[in-house]
């Protein structure tokens, strides 16, 4: 199979608007007669469900959780990106996307890259129009803000909550289409599996998590809007239910299955404290913006910071890349804070932290302003770890916070299985190898908003008069695997708690496959996963039945998934003979130590195929191909 | 430390409930509150027992997933935070932790400590937003908002939806979490347009649910994990009448 990105021809900045046209259209009456499957209720999804059901198709929404607005979506902090252009400094949709493809490390699409800048105004204009109440100005217009790798201020925020306010616009449009009919919400359902119809997705199975009863629901179309999968590690910023079941059920029935070893370790994390630990906590990046990172220049110094002078602090950011400074992406200042405490140079009692210092914005702007614009994480940074942010630098350190691999998406948000749609972080589109701060909300709310509402009618349209019922028997096939699978999960009866595993699956992929990676480790990585597996499924233990409320057969049913899951990230990481982005091979670093990348050989995206159990997965590989950038080593000095 | 965790159990929304009591030793002071039942439910699952059911998510305090009465308090005794940033230091070694769900006539138990709060979002459905479709918003900036309005509506729109202020009020009203959202609006242009059917329908819904009258005692304020002000009751109490009368 040639993978086919349906990218449009034509120039970068008319690639939309001319693909727009070029879509088949569904006409109003029409589109009444379609149902689609919508599952995942957060940015993505709530968005996409409330679109799609404006335009008057039928949607089914699903949500593992009580309510669309528990997704977690609802914890991104900083801000949402726009090339608004509003402070006057220089922003251009054009900037947009350059700074988004650079700091991508050069491996996501330009097309992609390019419409998800030119939609990203809309986005605002929506948001503002929902009555979101982003930070304004004393003259009543939007703020904006920086954040790390770009040098204007393009970043719109509601305090620290913007994703929990971005979250409940998109929720508030849900409900509308609640209560109109036109979506049809399934709280607490999870889909245990995708329904295939003759190589075309139309519909899922799911499990209801309050009786346990499978249920089979059919559609002309399946959207997933599901998530990502850093809850692999097991500790991850990630909320505790996030997982890639959907995506991975998706995957073995066909969708391929894109960059999965690439994954961003945020650098502005509460550090681990100890070996009870069920998730990390992000502090937001925007606190870069004023916090200076630093550590004692002295190795092994345990002094309290307020005893260690100006002239024995590295302040290694600022010192490493003076133009970027503390705003450097993401994977730089994880990395650098990695190194900076391999060295023997971290804080704290386990030596793996760094200080995040607001002494100096402090003295500039005063408490109070540090309060206003920071005030809620200071609060979260303080019940966590029982110190004063306002008095003691923070301890930092890198967690696992969001990955950009994903299910493989052409141009039109549609997997390699046909009517199967995949928006948000569950895709691997538009960041790369690394995404930029506030890039997150920007690209759900797109996928959502504005790209799957043109195009799914494309799809669609040639599926008019298609009648698609539950009666078909690849719902009753597909019933009975997830049932079997259920009872052989809980008919297991081991030793050993699925989190016991889970926590044994996060250590060998931190280790092995997580900020720093080499051959040996990604070899010992694919070697002891499968192990892993197989003690799963031989010595896990869970109480109670299938039909009842029971969190801990959900939580084995996630971990069995990313158990197989773990060994493909090792897997892309091994081929991936190149440092770029989020992803690290100690084997390809300058001598500086930053990232070396192979353009000549890796300039691709890397889409696994399922082969079947005990198969490898086989390599499918989409060159990408770079009209509007010149390929250079990024540099942020 | 230790403590000795007195829990609610009940097998589902049918059942008779009851307090049982679970000894918890080997606790350090920096585990979450969530992090020590994880422990236990992971030695109730080696013991061949039910773990105990407690709904919880992101575990940073937004998400509003969590919620449970801890001696008496909603989401414990600390102010200004979820169950889930609850620490094991703010309570006493040897301590009995009561450790009850959410009781409301509207937020029936599922299990153990997990209730069904849907009832919320049918009062949001009732008018909890702005009657827009996606696409053909005017510019962002089109129309200048004083940055005080914007301050105090995003006050109210830091409501989690956690329903701790219903758990905790002696008539188990919403009107906090009501008063959020239709004050957020009210605030702001663009809330006005449907000002009236907002308050009207949204209050409708919330006493076709079964959440009580509120009498102004101020207890969800205190307990409210986002601080959300008893102004924005205030606020919807105008909105009501300014509805009613024109």
């Given at each position: ?51 799609l059901?404006?335009l ?7 949500s ?14 900083g801000?949402?990106n ?24 050069y ?6 890259v ?12 929506q948001c ?22 770009a ?29 109109t ?14 329904v295939?119809?003759d ?52 995957h073995k ?13 945020h ?8 070996s ?20 004692p ?16 602090r590295?302040?290694?950011l600022e ?22 405490c ?16 607001f ?22 940074y ?6 004063n942010p ?30 199967l ?18 890039s997150a909300?920007?690209?759900?709310l ?14 669609l ?5 298609e ?9 009753a096939?597909?019933?009975?695997d ?56 031989n ?30 990230m ?26 070396r ?41 | 430390m230790?403590?000795m ?39 109730l ?60 006539k ?23 937003y702005v ?28 409501c ?46 919330m ?40």
């Open positions: 199979m040639i993978l086919n990105s349906q990218i449009p021809g034509g120039p970068l900045a008319e690639k939309w608007t001319k693909h727009k046209f070029d879509l088949k259209l569904v006409n109003p009456s029409n589109k009444r007669k379609y149902d689609i499957i919508v599952v995942g209720t957060g940015l993505a999804g709530a968005s996409a469900s409330a679109s059901a404006e008057g198709y039928n949607v089914q929404a699903f593992y959780h009580e309510s669309p607005r528990r997704a977690h979506s609802i914890a991104a902090q801000g949402i726009a090339a608004k252009n509003y402070p006057n400094d220089g922003d251009s949709i054009f900037r947009l996307f350059y700074d988004t493809i650079k700091g991508g490390d491996r996501s699409r330009e097309a992609n390019y419409r998800l800048a030119e939609i990203s105004n809309n986005i605002i204009d503002v129009a929902q009555g979101i109440p982003f930070a304004r100005e004393y003259g009543g217009l939007l703020d904006n803000r920086s954040f790390g790798g040098q204007v201020s393009r970043t719109f925020y509601a305090r620290g909550q913007t994703g929990q306010q971005l979250l409940l616009g998109a929720y508030s449009a849900l409900v509308r289409q609640m209560k009919g036109k979506v049809k919400f399934h709280p607490r359902h999870e889909m245990l599996d995708l295939l119809i190589g075309e997705a139309k519909g899922i199975v799911t499990r209801n998590l309050i009786t346990g009863e499978i249920q089979s629901h059919a559609a002309n179309a399946v959207v997933l809007a599901t998530g990502g999968y850093g809850n692999a590690f097991f500790l991850s910023t990630n909320a505790m239910a996030s997982n890639v079941t959907a995506a991975w059920r998706a029935k066909g969708a391929f299955f894109a960059n999965p070893c690439i994954t961003q370790i650098p502005t994390c509460i550090p681990v404290a100890s009870h630990q069920s998730k990390l906590t992000l502090m937001s990046e925007s606190l870069r913006n004023d916090g200076r990172v630093w550590v220049k002295k190795m092994g110094d345990k002094r309290h910071p307020s005893e260690i002078s100006e002239d024995e590295d302040y290694y010192r490493l890349y003076p133009s970027f400074g503390n705003l450097v992406p993401r994977d730089v200042a994880s990395r650098r804070a990695k190194e900076m391999d060295r023997g140079h971290g804080v704290g009692e386990t030596g793996l932290a760094v200080f995040l210092d002494a100096d914005a402090i003295a500039r702007m005063g408490k109070d302003t540090v309060t206003q614009k920071y005030g809620n994480l200071f609060d979260m303080k019940q966590i770890t029982g110190e306002y008095e003691t630098p923070m301890r930092i350190y890198p967690a696992v916070h969001y990955t950009m691999g994903g299910l493989w998406v052409d141009y039109n948000l549609m997997s390699t299985t046909p009517g749609y995949i928006l948000g972080e569950a895709n691997f589109s538009d960041h790369g190898a690394n995404r930029l701060g506030a909300l920007m690209q759900g797109a996928d959502g908003y504005f790209v799957i509402p043109y195009t799914i009618g494309d799809y349209s040639g599926k008019l008069g009648s698609i019922s539950t009666e078909h028997r690849a719902f096939e597909t019933e009975s997830v049932k079997s699978r259920i009872d052989t999960l809980i008919s297991v009866n081991g030793n050993r708690t699925v989190d016991d595993i889970h926590k044994e699956l996060g250590l060998i992929l931190w280790e092995n496959v997580g900020m720093a990676k080499n051959k040996a480790g990604l070899e010992k990585a694919i070697e002891s996963i499968p192990k892993l597996q197989n003690e799963f499924w010595n896990v233990k869970i109480t109670g039945t299938a039909d009842e409320l029971n969190p801990e057969l959900e939580k084995a049913g996630r971990l069995a998934d990313f158990l197989e899951l773990g060994e493909l090792a897997r892309d990481a091994l081929n991936r003979e190149e440092s770029c982005g989020g992803h690290f091979r100690e084997e390809h670093q300058t001598e500086e130590n930053e990232a990348r192979n353009d000549e050989e890796f300039s691709y995206v890397a889409a696994w195929e399922y082969k079947g159990k005990g198969n490898p997965a086989k390599l499918h590989k989409e060159e990408l191909v770079f009209e509007n950038v010149a390929l250079t080593t990024r540099s942020y000095k | 230790r403590v965790l007195k829990v609610w159990r009940q097998n589902n929304s049918k059942s008779q409930g009851v307090f049982e009591m679970y000894p918890v030793k080997n606790i350090s002071g920096d585990m979450s509150f969530f992090e020590m039942m994880d422990m236990l439910n992971d030695r699952v080696l013991d061949g027992k039910t773990p105990i059911a407690f709904d919880h998510d992101c575990r940073e305090g937004i998400c509003g997933t969590c919620g449970l009465f801890i001696n008496g308090r909603t989401h414990g005794s600390l102010r200004g935070i979820t169950t889930c940033q609850l620490h094991m230091r703010s309570f006493k070694d040897g301590e009995t932790i009561v450790v009850e769900p959410w009781r409301a509207a937020f029936p138990v599922i299990k153990d400590l997990i209730v069904d709060r849907s009832s919320f979002d049918r009062i949001m459905e009732a008018g909890g009657s827009i479709k996606t696409g053909g918003t005017p510019d962002a900036n089109a129309i200048p908002i004083p940055k005080i309005n914007v301050d105090e509506a995003m006050d109210a729109a830091s989690i939806g956690c329903g701790a202020c219903v758990a905790t009020c002696k008539n188990s009203s919403a009107m906090l979490f009501v008063g959020a959202k239709v004050s957020q609006y009210a605030l702001l242009p663009q809330g006005q347009p449907e000002a009236r059917e907002r308050v009207l329908n949204m209050v409708a819904v006493d076709e649910e079964g959440f009580g009258s509120c009498t102004n005692t101020g207890a969800c304020e205190v307990e409210c994990p986002k601080e959300i002000s008893l102004e924005h009751i205030a606020r919807m109490n105008r909105e009501f009448l300014k509805a009613n009368i024109s």
